[in-house]
Each structure stands twice: as C-alpha cells, then as structure tokens.
C-alpha cells in the first residue's frame, strides 16, 4: 500500500512513533546538559571534557589553515553541520571560511573582531544522536561554549538541538543562525526567540512552486511528494493555506510522503499514489537520496516513465547534473530544481573560496549552504556585530550571497526572495523561470525568460481528472447516499486505471461533512473551494444557502441530490450554480395529492418547519391540493422537530381537528426522525392517523439501527421515494459487494473518514446501495456523462464553472429513469415508489407514480390490512358526526354566523324579485283587459317592445 498522508498518523515508517523516543533522547541529553553546566560553573579551571564516541577539537585544532588576522580572545562560534550530504569536507568548509574571512576585499569589517580567528566545525554525519552528544559536550565546556550557533542541518537535527538548548536560560541566549531551515518550528520567534533564519520561509517555497507551475508551465493538476521527516511535514502544512493565497494554482490532486529507507515496493507504491488522479508533474519536497529512488521509481512504471516530469526542492540540489538536455538536444531533463538564490560552486571558486581544493569538494547543495552560511555572518556584520540586539539584526539589508537579504517586521523571516526554475543546462545564472517576492503586501513577479525553451523542457500537466467536493451532513441516511454515489465514481475510475490516453480522465473525490448548519462545513469547504470541479450536496436547505457565497464566490458548479425546495428554483440569480438530480417538491407534491384522490380522501393537514423552506414547501403542497379539490384543514409551523413541538402539534390536531390524513414536510435530523416515530409510543392516538412522509423522513427511519421497528410505530403511513426497477438495483449491488471492489471499498472508507465521517462509516449500515439513494447514484452518472462530453469537446475542467453547461444539459437513463436536467438545473421528469406500512410486518409496494405517464399514478396492490384493521380504505376522518359539527361550530362560529346572516339576505332577495315579477304580471293583466286607459304606445312600452323601424 501507497505511503499515503493520513488524519492524526502517516503510514509506512511515521516519523510519528519515533517522536516519543526523541523527546526521551532530549530529556536525557538535557539532564546531561544541565549537570555539565552546574560542573562548569564550579570549576575554576575548565576541563577537557569529552564523550566516549565524540571528542570536540578546539577552535585551532578546527581549522587547517591559521588565520592571518582575527581575536584569539573573540566569542566562540560553532557550525553544526551534516557534511556527509555534500562533497564538501571539514577542511574544504574550514577553507573557504578562512578565505572569507582573511580576504580584505569582502564587505565585512567587524566579523574578524567579534569571533575568534575560526570557528568549531561539528560534522554529525546527520546522525540526531551525534548533534545532540556534541552540543552537549560542547556547552559544558566554558571554553567552548558557543556565542552563536549556526545550524547547517536538517530540520529534525535542527529543531531537536534548539529544543534543548531552550530548556536552560543559560544556553537558551545562544544566538542561532539556521543556514540550511526553516521549519515553522524552528523559526517561529513566538517560541525561539534568539533565532535568526536565513533561508526563505517553507511556505514561500510552496506559494512560488504553485503560481509558477500554474502561470509558466501550463500545470494544471500536480501531486506533491513529501520526505517523511520534520522537513516534509513542514512544507506539507503549509499546502493548503498556500492553496488558498496563490494568485493562480494547480489542482493539487496527490500528497504522500516517501520514507527515507523503503524497499523498491515502497517506492512503486508512492509513484501509484501520486499519478492515481493522472498528474503528469511532481512536486518532490525530498533529500537527494530519495528524489533518486523516486526517479527510478517513475523509469519502472509503464504509465509514468515518459510522462511525469520532477520538480525537486532545495534538499535535492545535488540531482542538478543529472538534469541533463536542452532544446538543441535529442535527450530532454526528466526533472528541475525549484531553489531560492544562491552562489553556485563555480564562482565561490573563482572569487577564491577555496585556493587549495579549488572547488573539487563543493557541488550544488554545499554551494547553497556555504552561500546561506556567508550571508549569515554578513547579518552580524551589518548589525556591527550587536548579536545581543534581534531588533538590530532582523532591521539589516544588504546585498549578499543569496541576494537581497532582508527580514519582514511579521515573521521576521526572509523577503525580498528570489526563487529558480533550474536544470543542469539552466542554472541560477541562466535560469528558465523565476519568481521574486518583495514584500507581503505585492504580488509575486514572474518571468519565463524563453518560454519557447521552459515549454519544450518541462512536460504540461494537463487536468485530467474531476475534484469532486462531496459535502453531505454525516447522519446515516446522509452517509448512505454519499458511499452510493462515491462508489459508482470510483468504480469508473477502477474501469479506467490502466488506459493513459489524453481523451482518458477519472475523478479525484473528496469527502467533508457540514455537520448540521454547515459551520464545519464551510471550514473545510473554503481551503479547497478554488480547485472544485463541482460541488456535490450538500443534501440540506440551510446548509446550501449557507455554502452559497462560497460557490458564487468561486463559481463552483453545485449537483445536489437531496434539495428538492423549489426555493432554490425560484431564485436563479442568487442561486446560479445550483444544479439537481432529484426532482423539484411539485413532483412528490403532484403524488401526494393523486394519492388523497385516489383513495377519496378529500381533507389533509399539512405540518411543515417554521423557516422560508419550510413555509416554501408549504405553499407548494398547498397549491397542488387545490389542483385536486382538496381541503387543507390546517397547516401547522414549526419552529423546531423536537419531541416536545411535535407532540404539542399533535395534541393540538388531535383535540381539534377532524382529517385522519397528515401530511408530513419538516426537516428532521437523525435524532429527531427517530423521536418522530417513536413519539406514538407515548401519543398513542397517533396511530389513528395516516402519515404521508416524504423520502428524507422514510430515509432517515430505514437507515437507523432500528429502522424497520420504527416504521411499524406508525402503521398506515405512505412514503415517497425515488423508483429504481430491480435489475438496475440488484446490479449495482452485485458490483458494490464484489470481491473485486474490496479495496475500492476500503479505500472509500478512508476516504470518507478523513472528511469527518469516521464514526458515521463505523456505525451506519453501508452494506448494500438502497432505493433512497437513487437521486444521488443518478447524480454520479450526471458526472460522468457531463465530464464525457467536455472531454469530448476538449473543455479545460481547470476553467471555473466549466462542466455547468454540460450538467444542464444532461439526457441519460441509467438508475432511476429518465434524468434530464434542463436549463436552470432542474429535473424534468419523475418516477416515484409508493409504499404503505402494513399492520404487521414491513413496508408494502402498492405502486409507483410517473410525471411522464398518463395517468401519472399506477396502484398496484389494493388487498392489503389498513390500520383500521380492515382491507376495507379508512376514510379521511375517524371522528363522529357530533365531532365534526362540533368542531366545525368551536372552530369559526363567526362564519357560520355570517353564513346564516347571508342566507336570511339570500332569502329576501329571492322573495323581493319574486313579489316584483308578481305585480309586473298584474298590471300586464289589468292592461290586456282594459281596467287602465292607456294608448297602444304606452302598452308596448311597458312590456318592453320596440317600435317598428
């Protein structure tokens, strides 16, 4: 297996197990430490002290050339260095110190008056045990303890040696001057304030890698490779902060650490890992040593050996002459260095650094440390040799032998940073890219000094695969839908491991739980907003609209499968991202009331959440029963699902309400929905009524532990949830519980633990797919047809909301029917499962309901026990007359006093009209019979005739 980075541990030799056993060493040589100060501070004479294993030369005994001039009386300096990195010997270091420090032409004028003449050379052999033993041995010496320290080590030797020596206030005023790290905890001056470093900062490193990777070299996916030591876990955690600074960034598709000791099996594990999401560039955080096994790591593999090209940092300078090959040359380099400036081994040697050797001990990494080693006596040079004064020797500025050396007034690290792109052809005087950084507060300068040649050397790391956010809540039904859909992309990405070609792409998941309002959510959400291909879920309304900003912010094409409000419909402009794979709330709304019609149940009572989703989906349901004719007794809001909210809405319909038929569309949580059920075991009146619940309840009760127990609770009771005929589903299954799919599996369960659901994997029964995650199975076919058809059309999933097009513009039938996404993100069509939950025993199929069908309702199964006990269909109410006349009076007498007031009018108007056609008629009579003299004209008028035209 992979050596992979893990939550809370690493695998494959953790540097982790070995920290306890460091801080014991620590202990140990701090004790040793502690008594050889008390011995030296009562001696009157010093002694000659030593170890069994190591003995500490004198300061002339530590050269091999004498000083011309210096103070044999000046502080005492040490260099503690790893010697055995570099060709460089004690004699050749102490060579070039003595020249630069004997040469009156160097700018420096207090160097020789504040040291003595050389300085002690400790070679650790970069053993912890060694720097530890000398340091000791050193500061319990009153002739040798050191006034400045400087550190040329690894980051491990570096950090332990700090520690310790800050355990006593004695050794804790040492000056330390860090010419090789710059660990975060090694140099942050909250903790070691005596500290001066003089490489750039970690996470400068990473920030220039990121932008000039992704600016300059057309990388737009990269895997990082980490040494398993401090030096790697220092940049490592740096990543994502860098992520979210850069100007411009990679999707950083694979971090994995190498051990520095492995076998060859390792090493192809670490090369499977970092080109598993098809990144064609490396950035390699590693020793020289390690940078070489990966190389022949990549040769061995048949998918990466003529595709990866390797960034290496400065730890692996000494891989330089094997970066060999030009533009005008047939063999091109398999990798660069990316390195902060320095002086390479030729010219130390021409300005006369070491007149003996003549540079044939110095190569590229001891150049670099040398380089950082000058600069950092030229600080105490500029501070006029005040090493008492921080404040004075981080405000120096000058120009030295790693450039501009200069310190910002927040970190009180470097600035002024100039980093290279370099091969062997391309060195740090002639090199293909740099970036230079002047301050904090301005960005970053880049320049490709011939692009025509960076690009014919450096290999593309194109995109070719889809980060999939998938943010979900962690409750088991949630958990469920999220392994479902996780599976069917994974499994894709099983099916396409072994073809490499530029039209192959697989997806790149990664797992975060919101929790409940989506706080934890968008903490996790925001450091890798940037780099989404798409945001899948979040499954929950207020969770959605709280991730909103960040999707809008970074135009992060958003897939749901569980947010069916028609609020997010309805809102185009503040929602534009906000794409489905479940239907709107008018689809299962059109189901609920075909069903109340089918059954002649002409009255219902809608219960809802007291929130605008809430209040939404009311008004949805409530204009779908007026479709039907249907009667909406009343509608209740509430302010939460607690136990005590419902059973107070309960107690309020059961004391005045006459239907038996409730429908059921508030937000549960887990916890909630199974109160819910449970609450008929205390109301049991409950059971008189019938409960129409939507796929989010039914869900969140089959997917508890006591799932089918609860369901019986409440017998009569109706869910809705997506239809997915029997074959689809048994043959996903069939994949889903395959031996060939156990490492997939295990591998999704690490997954999902990492993003925050470890306990949800454990507890939850993720065993088989169900029907209730059909919308979120069908949202990962909508992916994989949309990121189909964008490869197809050569479309960079590197451009912001570039699949939103093609998620809007799905057509595919692969789980739950026909699931066409239209323009605005919505779904088109619908098929519903309806089943009922019988008297005894479990949930019963009785039919299905299809928007495109007509009729869209089809019941199946009519013979079945109601819970009335009877196969005989309840009626909408099971109160008594006397009840209902009674409840109707309590429930509005001033209507009904209205009602008759209206029929008493209703009533004289009906009798005025009628005593006035009564007496038209008898003044007609009279007329007719001449019993009033009027003239024929009149007649005619009065019975309403014209004249003759």
Known sequence: MAPQRERGRRTLGSTQPRRPAVALLAAAVFIVLACGLTYAASSAVASDAATESVEVPSASQSSSVTAATGNSSGLVWVILTDLSRTAMTEASLSEAITA????????????????????????????????????????????????????????????????????????SEILIVSAHSSNTRLCDPNTNRRTLCMVPRDAVNMLGLLEVVSNQLGWHSMALAFSNDEYGDGVSSAVMSQVQKASTTPTVVAQTFMHGAASTADDDAVVASLIKYRSRGVGCFLREAEMRR?????????RAASSVFLIGSRESLNVLPDLRGDINTSAKPWGAVFVSAYTPPVELVSQGFFPTTRGTAVDEYGAFVLSHLLDGLLTLDAA???????????????SGYTGSVGFDSIYFQRVETVFSLITASHTVRNPLVTWSLKNYSSDAVQVNWSPEVTSALVSKSPLRTAKICMASPSSCAFTQMMVSMLFVLTAYSKDVEDRDGDDVFNFYPVALSTGASGVMGLASLIPMARTCTVLTGPGSDPVAMAFTPVVNEFRIPQLDYAVSNDYFSDSPHTYPYFSRSLPTNTFADGAVTQICAHYGWERVIIITSNDQFGISRAQSMLKAMQRQNLYVEATYYLSDSNNDTVADCMAKIYDKLVSRIIVVIASFTEAQAESFFSLSDHLTYMRLYIFFMDSALCHAAAASATGAALRQK??????????????????????????????????????????????????????????????????????????????????????????????RNTSIDKFTGDCTIDSTGNRLYAVYSINIQLWSGGPLFIGTWNSKALPALDITESSFVWLTNSTVVPLDTFRDTSFVLGSALSASPGAIVISVLGFILTIAVFYFCYRHYRMQKLIEQALETNQFPVTDEEL??????????
């Open 940 to 949: 005619r008028r009065l019975r309403g005739v014209g004249d003759d035209l």
């Open 714 to 807: 409440l017998p009569s009771s109706i869910c809705i949830y997506p239809n997915v005929t029997t074959s689809r589903l048994a043959a996903l299954n069939a994949l889903y519980t395959s031996s060939d799919y156990a490492t997939t599996r295990q591998e999704m369960r690490k997954l999902m633990s990492d993003g925050g659901f470890l306990s949800s994997v454990e507890s939850c029964d993720t065993s088989s797919i169900t029907p209730y995650a059909g919308f979120a199975v069908d949202a990962a076919y909508v992916l994989i047809d949309s990121v189909s058809r964008a490869f197809a059309a050569n479309t960079s999933l590197s451009e912001a909301s570039a699949l939103l097009a093609y998620i």
């Open 100 to 171: 630069f420090l004997t040469n009156t032409s160097w700018p420096h004028h207090h160097l020789t008056t504040l040291f003595r003449p050389a300085p002690i050379i400790l070679d650790t052999g970069g053993h912890l045990l060694t720097a530890l033993t000398q340091v000791a041995t050193l500061v319990s010496d009153p002739l040798t303890f050191p006034s400045v320290l400087f550190l040329a080590e690894t980051a491990a030797v570096s950090v332990s040696v700090v520690d310790v020596l800050r355990q006593n206030d004695t050794t």
């Open 384 to 398: 006029k040799g005040v090493i008492d004064d921080m404040s004075a020797l981080r405000a120096t500025r000058f």
């Open 294 to 302: 990966l190389r022949a790591a990549v040769e061995r593999s048949s």
